[in-house]
Every structure is written in structure tokens, then in C-alpha cells.
């Protein structure tokens, strides 16, 4: 028995190591170069750039201004910790590469609870295998977790309160509501982990009287409850300086739930929220794939011999039987967890498959349970688990990831590119309003200076112009103010009477309007 126990957990080491490894190559040989707009800002933000009501300054140079958004409070200030402490070792490093490798080890920690969970809930270690490779090869959950975002991080201290939270010892409340507390300063939305948190305890095995129970459950919930309050207060009276007003406090902890409240009818509701959840497993375009043909031969091959397998399987009269009566009562929160997430989407956010990875983990873990007395003693590579795995690992790769982690797939990094060889000098960018497109040509331009353009007083703004140009710089304006010049003709006449408006460069489709064009003295003008 000791020899049996001894082999199953290095056989259970084993697996988590190379789990660990080949998740941590994929990741970071395939990087995303189409970068989440939000992790750009929290970049941005970090090195330097301090907030202000309406977005993001850029004259202010110094670290420490951190930008704390209600809906993830502590993401920046936690990544500008991390960032400064790499600095230290490594003085040229960039601080989205240090908030993409925070997520990639967040992920990869994520996908071994998730086999540790899987095992404990399924006691069948080749099905807990694939199930997290299935969780950690999804479309949304692989890019993610190559890019900068608080979603992963998040997730991942869901999944660790999970762990814990269903160990066979008594399960260490207070450590959960910390480690839930820190889930929800990275992400407000991590609040919808409650449910599931409270059954896990109460219904743990080790309290054998319903006192201890109560108090297990109490002890977390006042212990996160608090953590997170002190932190929002702290926020709000030290970093903001701001008076109590119970009303403003309170709606700029909200602030974001009126925008993201869904108001389409139900069957548009549903219909999102079905595209969403699709989206979460398979994502990419084929005219990406297209750039890249010599990737569509080998994946067209998996993808075929998969589906082949798949059918094959089902064609021979074979079932896949989920097993619904032997639910055990110990994952009962699993339930709980699901249910109170897609309760939440199902009004907020319906349309957006990355909300939906706080709650991928409880899909996964509830599937794990419900086929494994239906899956063969070994699964078998002929199996359809393996061959759905490696279907949609072939296509997410091919048409979404691989593109993606090339810069040509990413228009605002191209041009942000192409502005850094024409910008060697010193340059000076006025902006009508500093838009995503422009926090990433600014964020690979960080020597550059952008002001705000007075677009009521344009002999100020070619004033201004005049004056950076006399003194050796470059003076270029953004698309928000050739749009303005364009708008209105007497505005642009009464600019170049003073300064020359080159041709712009950049991009301008239905997605992107990244442009910028150059301001040159007007002889005739000057004065």
C-alpha cells in the first residue's frame, strides 16, 4: 500500500512538472503582440504616466502616480512593485514584459491547481490531464495569459481558494479570505466568488457541528470583507485626498456597473452570452491563418485526424455518459460557483468571453466529475477527449495565437514601430483627446512628449509649434486634430497661416485611426 502511494504521487509530481513545462513553453514561445488595450494602460500608467479624472497625463515622468481604477484596485500598484523590483535586476526592463510574465506564471499556476483539483474531485489522472489542457489551451485563457491583465491574476487566486478551500485537513478560512480579498482588489468582479466559498466551508467535512461552520464561514467573509473595504477607504482618503461623501464613495465603487448593464432584449441576451461562451474555447479568424499558409497544412492535419476520431467514436455507437447521480457533496460549490458568475453575466458584460475565465476553472473541475465514470480506465488516444483537445488546440493555434503573436497581426503596434525609426529626435505630439491607439504609440515611444492641443485657440497651439520647432524639435499633430482641421476648414486655414500640415502617416480603417502629421514653419507666416 505504502509502494502504491509512493508511486501515485510521483506519478502525480511527474505530470504537474511536465504540465508545468510545456505550458510555460507554449506560453512564452508564442507571446500575443496584439496586446490587450487595457494592459497597455496599465503600462503606460506604471512607467511613469500619472491619471487624471478623464485618463491618462503624459507630461508627468515620475513613477508613483498610480492610477487605481475602482474595478481593479490594486492591479497597478501591485504590477509597478513588481516592475521596480525586476529593475533592480534587470535596469532595461519594460514594464508590460513584466505584467505578460506575471500572467503567464499566474496561468501556469492556475492549470496545476486545476490538475490537483480535477484529480481530488475525479481521482482519474489521464482525465484530469487532458480537462487541464483543455482549460489552459482555450482560446481566451491562452491569449490572456500571454498578454498584461488583471483577469488572470484574479482567476488564479479563485482557483487557489478552491484548493485550499477542499483540502482534507480543516480548510484555513482565513488564509482563503485573504487570498479572496487580494481577488477582488485585482478584479471587482471576483466578488461573485462568495457563493461558492461559502458552501466550500460550510459544508466541509472536517467541522463536525454546525457552530464551528458558522464561524468557519463568518471568519472568512469578515476577514475579506474587511481587507477589501480598508483598501478601497485607503485609496479614497490617502491616494485621491478625497472628503467622505457616502454617495461619491459609493458611485465610484460602482462606476463602471451603469455602462456594462445590458439593456437588449433576452433572446439578444442569450444569444451573447452563447457567443461569448463559444468564443472563451475557440477564437481567431481564417483570414489571419491565411497570411500564414504553411501553418494551415499541419493543422489542417490534427484538425482532421481529430475530427475523424471524434466521429469514428460516436460512429461505432459508443457514448459519452455524464454522470449526474454521483455528484459528490463536497463540489457542491463548484455549482455555487458557476451559478452566481453566469447569473451576473447574464445582465453584465453578456457579450464579453473574458469575464467568463473567473468561472472557466468550476466548468471545468464539474466536467471532470460528470465523465469520470464514463471515460475508459486509460484513456486511450483514440479517445474523443484527447481528440476534442487537440482539435481545438490546432485551430486556436493557427487561427488566433500564432497570428497574433506576430507584429504585422497588430496595427497600433506597427505604426507605434514605424513612429520609433522616423522619431530618433526629439519630438513633440499634440493630441485632441489621448485615445487607446495613442497610449501604445506613446508606450514604444517613451522619449516622445504629448501635450493636450487647445483646439479653441489655434494661434496658441501655432505659437506653441513655432516655439518647439525654433528650439530643435519636431512638432507632429494626432488624429483627433486633423479630424478637427478637417471639420473645419477655417480651423486648418487659420493654423497654416502660421505652420505647414505635412501628409499624415499611419492607419485609418473602422478600427483603428492612428495618424500623425507633421507641423513645418510657414516662411510666408513667421514672424
Known amino acids: 500500500m505504502f509502494v502504491r502511494t509512493v508511486c501515485a504521487r510521483r506519478a502525480v509530481a511527474w505530470h504537474v512538472c511536465g504540465l508545468t513545462a510545456f505550458l510555460l513553453f507554449l506560453y512564452l514561445l508564442f507571446p500575443t503582440r496584439n496586446h490587450y488595450w487595457d494592459g497597455i494602460g496599465f503600462a503606460l500608467n506604471i512607467e511613469g504616466i500619472a491619471a487624471d479624472q478623464k485618463g491618462y497625463l503624459v507630461e508627468q515622468t515620475q513613477w508613483g502616480a498610480i492610477y487605481y481604477n475602482p474595478n481593479h484596485l490594486l492591479y497597478n500598484a501591485i504590477g509597478g512593485s513588481l516592475f521596480e523590483s525586476v529593475k533592480v535586476v534587470w535596469p532595461q526592463s519594460r514594464a508590460l514584459d513584466v505584467l505578460v510574465l506575471w500572467s503567464t506564471a499566474c496561468s501556469v499556476l492556475t492549470a496545476c491547481l486545476l490538475f490537483g483539483l480535477l484529480l481530488r474531485f475525479s481521482g482519474r489522472i489521464d482525465v484530469s490531464l487532458w480537462l487541464a489542457l483543455l482549460f489552459a489551451l482555450s482560446a481566451t485563457w491562452w491569449k490572456f495569459s500571454t498578454d498584461a491583465n488583471a483577469y488572470v491574476p484574479s482567476t488564479s487566486a479563485l482557483v487557489l481558494c478552491a484548493w485550499l478551500a477542499t483540502r482534507p485537513g480543516k480548510p484555513p478560512a482565513l488564509t482563503i479570505g485573504m487570498l479572496h480579498a487580494l481577488a477582488m482588489l485585482l478584479h471587482q468582479i471576483a466578488i461573485w466568488f462568495y457563493p461558492a466559498m461559502w458552501v466550500a466551508i460550510f459544508t466541509h467535512r472536517a467541522w463536525t457541528a454546525r ?56 433572446a439578444q441576451n442569450v444569444l451573447d452570452m452563447l457567443r461569448a461562451s463559444l468564443r472563451v474555447f475557440f477564437g ?116 488566433y495565437i500564432y497570428p497574433y503573436s ?33 497610449w501604445w504609440v506613446k508606450y514604444f515611444n517613451m522619449h516622445t512628449t504629448w501635450r493636450k492641443a487647445n483646439l479653441r485657440n489655434y494661434e496658441h497651439l501655432s505659437s506653441q509649434a513655432r516655439r518647439e520647432i525654433r528650439n530643435g524639435r519636431r512638432v507632429f499633430i494626432d488624429t483627433g486634430v486633423l479630424a478637427h482641421l478637417d471639420a473645419k476648414p477655417e480651423a486648418r486655414a487659420a493654423l497654416e497661416s502660421e505652420v505647414v500640415v505635412s501628409k499624415p502617416f499611419g492607419v485609418s480603417n473602422g478600427k483603428h485611426h492612428i495618424q500623425f502629421a507633421e507641423l513645418h514653419l510657414n516662411d510666408g507666416g513667421e514672424r
Open 406 to 438: 506576430l507584429p504585422e497581426a497588430s496595427p497600433p503596434l506597427q505604426i507605434a514601430l514605424q513612429a520609433r525609426s522616423l522619431w530618433r529626435e526629439p519630438v513633440v505630439l499634440y493630441f485632441a483627446e489621448f485615445t487607446c491607439d495613442n
Open 211 to 266: 457552530p464551528q461552520r458558522i464561524r468557519a464561514v463568518a471568519g472568512y467573509t469578515i476577514v475579506s470583507a474587511s481587507l477589501v473595504a480598508a483598501a478601497y477607504l485607503v485609496v479614497w482618503f490617502v491616494a485621491l485626498d478625497r472628503a467622505w461623501d457616502p454617495a461619491r464613495f459609493l458611485a465610484w465603487i460602482t462606476s463602471n456597473g451603469g455602462d456594462v448593464l445590458s439593456r437588449k432584449p433576452l
Open 284 to 399: 481567431g479568424r481564417f483570414s489571419l491563418a491565411l497570411r500564414h499558409g504553411a501553418m494551415l497544412i499541419p493543422a489542417a492535419g490534427v484538425v482532421l485526424v481529430s475530427a475523424v476520431v471524434m466521429i469514428r467514436w460516436f460512429w461505432r455507437g459508443r457514448e459519452i455518459r455524464l454522470d449526474f447521480v454521483k455528484f459528490p457533496k463536497s463540489a457542491r460549490f463548484l455549482i455555487a460557483w458557476l451559478a452566481s458568475f453566469l447569473a451576473f453575466l447574464s445582465f453584465w458584460l453578456t457579450e464579453f468571453p473574458y469575464y467568463r475565465l473567473f468561472c472557466l476553472p468550476a466548468f471545468v473541475v464539474v466536467l471532470g466529475i460528470l465523465l469520470r465514470s464514463s471515460v475508459p480506465r486509460r484513456v486511450p488516444v483514440c479517445h474523443p477527449l484527447p481528440a476534442f483537445v487537440g482539435l481545438m488546440a490546432a485551430l486556436n493555434f493557427t487561427l
